[in-house]
């Protein structure tokens, strides 16, 4: 099973900026779609930024114009970075890769998490 480590998460201000990072174990970036996910409190996980197989992307609407998720497929890593933070964006993030959908139920993998904090 592909493992996926995710790093990168911590405590900011509102309006700062932070970057995560997810490795993945072997080379799936040309086979798996790569996404981020995140889930706050009492709330369901869900999709915020992902990546296609073919480099196409997709963001969620409250993120459109801050985030951007790319990949760097030489060193099998896929980032997310975070910018104009807001309280809001506060969550546990999770990596995860995907053979057909980026949906909570046909993800194939996830990472640990990373926590974001964002103060205001």
């Known amino acids: 099973q592909v493992q996926l480590v995710e790093s990168g998460g911590g405590l900011v201000q509102a309006g700062g900026s932070l970057r995560l990072s997810c490795a993945a174990s072997?080379?799936?970036?040309?086979?798996?779609?790569m996404g981020w996910f995140r889930q706050a409190p009492e709330k369901q996980r869900e999709l915020v930024a992902g990546i296609f197989r073919g480099g196409n992307t997709y963001y969620t609407d409250s993120v459109k114009g801050r985030f951007t998720i790319s990949r760097e497929n030489a060193k099998n890593t896929v980032y997310l970075e975070m910018n104009s933070l807001k309280p809001e964006d506060t969550a546990v993030y999770y990596c995860?890769?995907?053979?057909?959908?980026?949906?909570?139920?046909?993800?194939?993998?996830w990472g640990q998490g990373t926590q974001v904090t964002v103060s205001s």
């Open positions: 995860a890769a995907s053979k057909l959908l980026l949906s909570r139920s046909t993800v194939d993998s």
């Open positions: 072997t080379s799936i970036l040309s086979i798996y779609h």
